[in-house]
């Protein structure tokens, strides 16, 4: 019987230069079988060519489309000069742009469905081609064709280049929904705030039928702090567009007060136009180690972000040295209103002894100051702190030089002065507080010498009639913990649990143990919950709220035992993600933070010093 032989081998063609006999039967027009028409001329190709290389043929062919046996397929609104680039690109695999061709090319490109054709567009724009006469262009064409990281970068580029693009006619063309987008960005970079207000004035100017819209324009110039100046605004309220405009009188003459009157600037705060653009900064009162900063790009966590621009700067650091807050009071509370940082009480030493300080300044980040106010009833520190829907700051318990306090004080800021309010059930010391619709809370605490109770507690205030009102308790009694109100609800998370280990004097360090649970208070139902799946957490933590929906946590990695330095977690309370961010070779020790927003020049000087990171 015959051996059958099944040796066998698969050898590879060189498929390029079928293609390059393809490319040289196309350039001869031979076997070309479908003629493409545009509005000012018309090409050959080879169905079979264009079905591989666009969905949009590949689709009619095999499609049960009338025109699928046609000979001519018109593709009107198009031009010449991008159907050849295309084509040529399709059979040569080169793919030429220029400034001349490029939106002609992206516009075919993208209703033919060529996606890496669109792609490569957008990089050229990117790179190659944005200017100031020509980035709104390019934003509007990258919107239109839904090119999400081409519409980012022109972004950028028209908010840090905002005074050249206004002076282009592009800009003039804008609608007043772009106006407002724009001009509302905290991120648009501009070296004088009235430049903006000229910008907004140059469009209302360009067509009559716009000058009804200057009043809603204007309240996205930042008119106050240290924007603009008393000067300036004169100048505005003498220009012809503003003479007779009640409304925006109106506006200039807050803004103007706001300059006048210091106590009114620190209740208004919150008003739109008082808001400074710029980089946002985390200033940290308290022990903190800057070194060189780990410049390892953030991890990606579903629902929560993270500017990695922002720094992390020692108040120290911004303050001379004759500053009382170069050497800031330790246990003390911070209470961030816009741009200023009211610190009260804390802890000194005096001959060897620990001592509690009844202290108040107020720190304005727009100027790199510090006030001293009046200070408080009674000497405090490890007190809480937190606004009322009056105006009113109310601190509350706390440790005094003869032990725990249920004291309860609060300051008017229009005046300048202190007063007692209705004491807690009980003294606490290390609670957390947060304000939730014009109401405190206070929660946990150690109820008096550390390790001799830690609470579960907590409580409701009501400014309007001073009075306390016990709400359930937590799940988990803790003490040193963080707590805020975002979305209706009140989150507390870290904190020392009741068993917490003190480092005895001149013994080896004990790892400090944090609590990992993160709890909600739903106050519709006056109720606790631990949220689910939430990971470690860090010890000795700085939490921070960057937003009504943004915690960062910074602190001891759990898993770091030999303590280098520490980590950045974030926490979103409406998704309630959770997860580390980066590792920071900085070390944060129960400090305190604020976020703020640095004008572009402040923010300069800052990278400046080296305090800048990642």
Same mark, same amino acid.
């Given at each position: 019987?015959?051996?059958?032989?099944? =040796?066998?081998?698969?050898?590879?063609?060189?498929?390029?230069?079928?293609?390059?006999?393809?490319?040289?039967?196309?350039?001869?027009?031979?076997?070309?079988?479908?003629?493409?028409?545009?509005?000012?001329?018309?090409?050959?190709?080879?169905?079979?060519?264009?079905?591989?290389?666009?969905?949009?043929?590949?689709?009619?062919?095999?499609?049960?489309?009338?025109?699928?046996?046609?000979?001519?397929?018109?593709?009107?609104?198009?031009?010449?000069?991008?159907?050849?680039?295309?084509?040529?690109?399709?059979?040569?695999?080169?793919?030429?742009?220029?400034?001349?061709?490029?939106?002609?090319?992206?516009?075919?490109?993208?209703?033919?469905?060529?996606?890496?054709?669109?792609?490569?567009?957008?990089?050229?724009?990117?790179?190659?081609?944005? !200017?100031?006469?020509?980035?709104?262009?390019?934003?509007?064409?990258?919107?239109?064709?839904?090119?999400?990281? =081409?519409?980012?970068?022109?972004?950028?580029?028209?908010?840090?280049?905002?005074?050249?693009?206004?002076?282009?006619?592009?800009?003039?063309?804008?609608?007043?929904?772009?106006?407002?987008?724009?001009?509302?960005?905290?991120?648009?970079?501009?070296?004088?705030?009235?430049?903006?207000?000229?910008?907004?004035?140059?469009?209302?100017?360009?067509?009559?039928?716009?000058?009804?819209?200057?009043?809603?324009?204007?309240?996205?110039?930042?008119?106050?702090?240290?924007?603009?100046?008393?000067?300036?605004?004169?100048?505005?309220?003498?220009?012809?567009?503003?003479?007779?405009?009640?409304?925006?009188?109106?506006?200039?003459?807050?803004?103007?007060?706001? !300059?006048?009157?210091?106590?009114?600037?620190?209740?208004?705060?919150?008003?739109?136009?008082?808001?400074?653009?710029?980089?946002?900064?985390?200033?940290?009162?308290?022990?903190?180690?800057?070194?060189?900063?780990?410049?390892?790009?953030?991890?990606?966590?579903?629902?929560?972000?993270?500017?990695?621009?922002?720094?992390?700067?020692?108040?120290?650091?911004?303050?001379?040295?004759?500053?009382?807050?170069?050497?800031?009071?330790?246990?003390?509370?911070?209470?961030?209103?816009?741009?200023?940082?009211?610190?009260?009480?804390?802890?000194?030493?005096?001959?060897?002894?620990?001592?509690?300080?009844?202290?108040?300044?107020?720190?304005?980040?727009?100027?790199?100051?510090?006030?001293?106010?009046?200070?408080?009833?009674?000497?405090?520190?490890?007190?809480?702190?937190?606004?009322?829907?009056?105006?009113?700051?109310?601190?509350?318990?706390?440790?005094?030089?003869?032990?725990?306090?249920?004291?309860?004080?609060?300051?008017?800021?229009?005046?300048?002065?202190?007063?007692?309010?209705?004491?807690?059930?009980?003294?606490?010391?290390?609670?957390?507080?947060?304000?939730?619709?014009?109401?405190?809370?206070?929660?946990?605490?150690?109820?008096?010498?550390?390790?001799?109770?830690?609470?579960?507690?907590?409580?409701?205030?009501?400014?309007?009639?001073?009075?306390?009102?016990?709400?359930?308790?937590?799940?988990?009694?803790?003490?040193?913990?963080?707590?805020?109100?975002?979305?209706?609800?009140?989150?507390?998370?870290?904190?020392?649990?009741?068993?917490?280990?003190?480092?005895?004097?001149?013994?080896?360090?004990?790892?400090?143990?944090?609590?990992?649970?993160?709890?909600?208070?739903?106050?519709?139902?006056?109720?606790?919950?631990?949220?689910?799946?939430?990971?470690?957490?860090?010890?000795?933590?700085?939490?921070?709220?960057?937003?009504?929906?943004?915690?960062?946590?910074?602190?001891?990695?759990?898993?770091?035992?030999?303590?280098?330095?520490?980590?950045?977690?974030?926490?979103?309370?409406?998704?309630?993600?959770?997860?580390?961010?980066?590792?920071?070779?900085?070390?944060?020790?129960?400090?305190?933070?604020?976020?703020?927003?640095?004008?572009?020049?402040?923010?300069?000087?800052?990278?400046?010093?080296?305090?800048?990171?990642?």
């Amino acid at each position: 019987m015959a051996v059958q032989d099944l =040796t066998s081998r698969t050898f590879t063609l060189p498929y390029e230069s079928h293609l390059i006999e393809l490319t040289a039967l196309w350039k001869e027009n031979v076997l070309c079988d479908i003629k493409l028409t545009v509005d000012d001329g018309h090409f050959w190709a080879h169905k079979i060519m264009l079905a591989s290389a666009a969905p949009y043929f590949k689709t009619m062919y095999k499609g049960q489309f009338e025109d699928k046996n046609s000979s001519e397929v018109n593709l009107y609104g198009f031009t010449a000069k991008g159907l050849g680039t295309i084509l040529n690109s399709i059979y040569t695999r080169n793919l030429e742009l220029s400034s001349d061709n490029v939106f002609a090319v992206l516009a075919l490109a993208h209703y033919l469905q060529v996606s890496y054709i669109v792609s490569c567009c957008g990089t050229f724009l990117e790179t190659n081609v944005m !200017k100031p006469h020509n980035c709104i262009k390019i934003w509007k064409r990258a919107k239109l064709y839904e090119m999400s990281d =081409t519409v980012r970068v022109a972004e950028q580029y028209i908010l840090r280049n905002f005074y050249e693009v206004s002076k282009c006619d592009s800009f003039k063309e804008l609608s007043q929904q772009e106006i407002v987008y724009f001009t509302s960005s905290d991120e648009l970079e501009c070296m004088k705030e009235m430049d903006v207000f000229d910008a907004v004035l140059s469009w209302v100017n360009h067509y009559a039928d716009r000058q009804a819209m200057v009043p809603s324009l204007l309240q996205n110039v930042r008119f106050g702090r240290d924007c603009v100046s008393q000067q300036e605004l004169i100048d505005a309220w003498k220009n012809p567009l503003l003479v007779s405009n009640v409304e925006c009188h109106k506006l200039l003459q807050q803004a103007m007060e706001f !300059k006048i009157l210091p106590k009114t600037q620190q209740i208004e705060q919150a008003q739109p136009w008082n808001e400074p653009r710029g980089e946002r900064c985390m200033i940290a009162f308290g022990k903190i180690g800057l070194q060189i900063m780990d410049r390892e790009p953030p991890s990606s966590i579903t629902g929560v972000s993270m500017n990695d621009r922002m720094p992390i700067v020692d108040v120290g650091q911004l303050l001379p040295q004759s500053s009382s807050l170069v050497n800031y009071r330790g246990y003390g509370c911070i209470l961030q209103l816009g741009n200023c940082v009211y610190i009260t009480g804390g802890m000194y030493s005096n001959m060897g002894q620990a001592r509690s300080s009844s202290l108040v300044s107020i720190y304005n980040f727009d100027t790199e100051t510090t006030e001293p106010l009046s200070p408080m009833l009674s000497a405090r520190r490890a007190h809480v702190s937190f606004w009322t829907k009056t105006n009113h700051i109310i601190v509350a318990a706390g440790l005094g030089d003869s032990g725990a306090l249920d004291s309860v004080e609060q300051y008017d800021i229009s005046r300048n002065m202190w007063s007692h309010g209705s004491p807690l059930p009980r003294a606490v010391f290390n609670a957390a507080s947060c304000t939730l619709n014009g109401t405190g809370f206070i929660t946990g605490g150690t109820k008096a010498d550390l390790g001799d109770g830690t609470s579960n507690e907590a409580y409701q205030y009501d400014p309007e009639n001073g009075q306390w009102q016990q709400k359930a308790c937590m799940n988990v009694a803790r003490f040193k913990h963080f707590m805020c109100s975002s979305g209706g609800m009140i989150y507390v998370l870290g904190g020392n649990p009741p068993d917490y280990a003190i480092q005895p004097p001149g013994g080896p360090p004990l790892p400090g143990i944090r609590h990992a649970a993160i709890e909600q208070y739903n106050p519709a139902v006056n109720q606790w919950t631990i949220l689910p799946d939430i990971p470690p957490l860090p010890h000795r933590l700085s939490v921070v709220q960057d937003s009504d929906k943004e915690l960062y946590v910074l602190g001891k990695d759990p898993d770091d035992q030999a303590d280098l330095g520490c980590s950045m977690w974030a926490f979103n309370t409406s998704t309630h993600a959770c997860g580390k961010i980066r590792a920071l070779h900085l070390t944060v020790n129960n400090a305190q933070i604020a976020v703020v927003k640095m004008p572009l020049q402040k923010f300069q000087q800052i990278r400046s010093r080296g305090c800048y990171w990642p």
